[in-house]
Nanobody
């Protein structure tokens, strides 16, 4: 069983930066895709970014393209999300998720972390 633990959330002003971390433990060999999702109050959970280990491919939501960078450290079983030029609309609970293949649909992911809160004030 794989466990995911996120950290690094916090409160920043617009234009600031945060770096989120997600550390995986357990049997991770079958999880080639790790992704970041976020969910704001009253809104659906949306994919922010993903990383596919076999090809080192990354993919981003249009709303964060150019501001967020996802990276993975396989030796540490960790996924990171560097968030720059944060905007108030980035405020949400951020979750790490893992599965065999990448998907934008949060319903197909069965492995999730507990989430870390990001709050951006104007």
């Amino acid at each position: 069983q794989v466990q995911l633990v996120e950290s690094g959330g916090g409160s920043v002003q617009a234009g600031g930066s945060l770096r989120l971390s997600c550390t995986a433990s357990g049997s991770t060999s079958s999880f080639d895709c790790m992704a970041w999702f976020r969910q704001a109050p009253g809104k659906e959970r949306e994919r922010v970014a993903s990383h596919y280990t076999p090809t080192d491919d990354t993919d981003y939501a249009d709303s964060v393209q150019g501001r967020f960078t996802v990276s993975q450290d396989n030796a540490k079983n960790s996924l990171y999300l560097q968030m720059n030029n944060l905007k108030p609309e980035d405020t949400a609970m951020y979750y790490c998720a893992a599965r065999r293949w990448c998907s934008n649909n949060p319903r197909v992911y069965s492995t999730w972390g507990q989430g870390t809160q990001v709050t951006v004030s104007s």
